[in-house]
């Protein structure tokens, strides 16, 4: 069978680029996109966005959806279960985005317990006819590929990954994503990358390899060793905007990954905090995000106990102020063979 243009020129978007920045709700917002798209990441993806009535969402949804100025593409992630609103999904997010819309990709891996109670996200694997009719309902709606991520199976016995992504590409999806765990297994256990082999035998449009890429590293050995096309970085994204070019070096150049200095993530935090205050602004997240970037510096659960308290720019600002001029003392005392100072509040 000859791959569809819409396949085709996935293709050579994954051969430019074969790390994706996976969806990631209340993760890949534009500020994550822009400091990771600084560093190398191309395809990025929205959090995943309800279709129930996006159309006429408030502007507060469609902040979800839409990508900030820098931003010169975007995939979109639709979750739901009624095939006549992704129709009206697809056709609201081509006029909202314009000319940046990459794809649309459809979640058919959600395992969260409000979602598949609905019977959307991961549930579609045990309704492969509505998972069906979803499918064609938005292709026939749409003028960019349509996408889909789905799971090993839903339950583990399933394991109907392989049989499922054939299913989909009948019903005209331009490339699948796998996630390789089954949904009752939420984020816990091993990915099971045999199960992207599978699917990658079972379909000619390309396959996404996602589950447990934590580096650069991973990501280059997922491409080589599997039958993706391409491979979706996740939490590996955690405190490490650079992965995307990190790892395009090393699978295409054979380039090593650098080491960071700690005074290179502080400033890597501080612009991720500038762009979270101007673009979102939800400096709740921006919490969560300076917890990863102080993974592994001296003294880190002490400052990860004052991030916390932390709730407006200036504050995580001056914080992070206080942060560098710790670390560089603690690194110039360890560089020199003496013992690491103690933290500053509790010298
Ligand atoms: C916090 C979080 C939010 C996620 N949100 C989504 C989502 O909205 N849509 C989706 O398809 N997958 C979502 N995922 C799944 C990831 O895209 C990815 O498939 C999964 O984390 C496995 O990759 P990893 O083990 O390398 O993290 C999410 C994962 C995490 C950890």
């Known amino acids: 069978m000859a791959l569809s243009e819409y396949s085709t020129r ?11 920045m996976a969806p ?8 994550y996109r822009i400091m990771c798209r600084r560093r190398g990441a191309h395809l990025a993806y929205s959090e995943m966005v309800s279709v129930a009535g996006l159309a006429y969402a408030s502007n507060k949804t469609w902040r979800l959806v839409l990508p900030a100025d820098e931003e010169q593409q975007i995939c979109v992630q639709l979750f739901g279960s009624k095939p006549d609103q992704f129709a009206s999904a697809v056709a609201a997010v081509e006029e909202r985005v314009g000319d940046r819309l990459s794809l ?55 394991r109907n990954a392989a049989t499922f992504a054939q299913m989909l ?18 984020y816990t256990g091993q ?14 449009i390309p396959v ?31 405190g490490n905007p650079w992965v995307f070019g990190d790892a395009r070096a090393l699978a295409l150049d054979g380039t090593p990954v650098p080491v960071r200095s700690s005074v290179e993530r502080l400033g890597a935090l501080r612009e ?19 917890s990863w970037y102080l993974k592994g510096m001296p003294h880190a659960a002490a400052w990860r106990a004052q991030v916390v308290r932390c709730s407006t720019y200036e504050e995580f600002m001056a914080l992070v102020d ?21 933290h500053p509040l509790e010298a």
């Open 322 to 342: 206080d942060i560098e001029r710790d670390v560089v003392a603690c690194e110039a005392a360890l560089a020199a063979g003496e013992s690491v100072p103690a």
């Open 10 to 20: 996935l293709l050579g978007a994954y051969a430019e680029q074969p790390f994706l």
């Open 208 to 238: 996404i390899g996602s589950g447990d890429v934590f580096s650069a590293e991973d990501a280059a050995e997922r491409l080589r060793s599997s039958g993706a096309s391409a491979v979706f970085i996740a939490r590996g994204i955690y």
């Open 24 to 31: 990631m709700a209340g993760v890949t917002d534009p500020a």
């Open 104 to 158: 649309i990709d459809i979640n058919m891996a959600c395992p969260a317990r409000k979602v598949v109670t609905k019977g959307e996200g991961s549930a579609l694997m045990r309704t492969p006819e509505l998972a069906e009719q979803i499918v064609e309902a938005a292709v026939g709606a749409a003028h960019v590929p349509v996408t889909v991520k789905i799971r090993k199976g839903f339950y583990a016995e399933d």
């Open 272 to 290: 991720h905090l500038t762009l979270t205050h101007e673009l979102l602004p939800l400096m709740s997240r921006a919490r969560t995000y300076a």
């Open 169 to 186: 590409e009948g019903a005209g999806a331009a490339a699948v994503a796998v996630h390789g765990r089954c949904a009752t297994q939420l």
């Open 191 to 204: 990915a099971d990358w045999s199960v992207v082999d599978e699917v990658a035998d079972a379909v000619e």
